[in-house]
């Protein structure tokens, strides 16, 4: 079986070589480089030090090795992607988009005729049952980035292989310190995908401008400040608000008006809801037969704990309602949906709008 191997210099993916090689595979290693070093809202640029421990870890591990520039395809899909949604008022999450789009997508396209499987170090799992594959929860269910891989397509999760996906995050460490591997003691990558530490309020007023807007207190329609753009803020957020007697939160923002509305206090009751809104319900294996799916675990953003609801689908839309109230129901992010058991990620929706 041929294996391409995403590696990106961090622990995660380094460990991966190894374990393939112990199973008797011979990975050809891939660094994917998005190019966006000029890039003033860069903070720093780790690509040239990723690329050093990757070739390292190639050199010892006898792979092949290589560079693929995917910069153009990235700005033409996970940039355009959230600078659109930003316009919009939502909140976008490039993370999902960057591996249906690029890690399983845009590589794919390019080298995916040459490879069986391709390997990453996402901390997930699957597993094949006579309906086809699964996309499954990690064993470090802290770390689990399944949420990340709510997206892909069937024929994507086909090719997928996570080789850390049973292995704790303790463990993944030890081992790369047994192996004297120079990703050991590396921090986890806090960017976003493969663009590293940027300012990514500076990323969105260059592509998107700025606009002066009122704050408004949502309970008593007071005007408590300005704001440079809807566009910079998030529902649930709380920095960057730069308001006395706090704490304020973002609860809804009227992008035609460009107002932000905000609560005051840290439990604020306009920040809960029962509710979450969905489309475009992207179901990951489509052999298996959900049409009677009710009872779920979700999650609305990447977390560890999962959130039991029940799935709704009438003429109404598609929603889940919550078994508690939630906070932070941002339109644009996604809604991932599991098994009760929480071993299976079935699939995921854009969250909506609320509905009237």
């Known amino acids: 079986m041929k294996i391409a191997a995403l590696v990106s210099g961090g ?31 860069f903070v ?23 560079v693929v520039d995917l910069q153009k395809e990235y700005w033409a899909t996970v940039v355009k992607y959230t600078m659109d949604s930003v316009k919009q008022g939502l909140t976008p999450n490039p993370d999902i988009m960057c591996n249906l789009l690029i890690k399983f997508g845009a590589f794919n396209d390019r080298h995916g005729h040459e490879f069986d499987r391709i390997a990453t170090g996402h901390y997930a799992t699957r597993y094949e049952t006579d309906e086809g594959v699964f996309l499954g929860t990690a064993a470090d269910r802290v770390k689990d980035q399944t949420y990340f891989l709510g997206q892909i397509t069937y024929n994507q999760l086909q090719k997928a292989m996570f080789p850390i996906g049973h292995l704790q995050k303790k463990e993944v460490r030890q081992l790369a310190e047994e192996m004297k591997l120079p990703s ?9 995908c493969f663009l590293g530490k940027i300012n990514y309020s500076d990323f969105i007023r260059k592509y998107v401008g700025e606009k002066t807007g009122e704050i408004v207190e949502l309970e008593t329609g007071k005007v408590l400040g300005e704001h440079k753009g809807f566009w910079f803020y998030t529902i649930g957020q709380r920095r960057g608000l730069r308001l006395g007697g706090g704490p304020w ?3 809804k923002k009227d992008t035609r008006k460009n107002i932000i509305y905000v609560s005051n206090g840290y439990d604020p009751i306009s920040q ?3 509710t979450v809104w969905m489309e475009n319900l ?14 779920i675990k979700f999650k609305i953003r ?22 508690k109230k939630i906070s932070g129901i941002a339109p644009g992010q996604f809604a991932v949906i599991y098994d009760t058991d929480e071993k299976t990620c079935i699939g995921s929706g854009v969250i909506a709008q609320k509905a009237d």
């Open 11 to 41: 622990v995660d993916s380094s460990v991966c070589v190894p374990l393939l090689k112990k199973q008797g595979y011979d990975p050809h290693i891939f660094y994917i480089r998005i190019g966006m070093e000029d890039e003033p809202a």
């Open 44 to 66: 720093d640029c780790p690509a040239e030090e990723d690329i050093e421990i990757t070739t390292w870890i190639a050199k010892k591990y006898n792979c092949r090795f290589d």
């Open 184 to 192: 050991a003691h590396r921090p986890d990558s806090q960017g976003i």
């Open 249 to 251: 939160f973002v609860v």
């Open 272 to 274: 809960y809801d029962d």
């Open 282 to 295: 992207h179901i990951l294996n489509p052999h298996h037969d959900y049409s009677g799916l009710k009872e």
């Open 302 to 323: 990447h977390q560890p704990e999962f959130t039991a609801g029940e799935l709704v689908r009438d003429e109404k839309g598609i929603r889940i309602v919550s078994g």
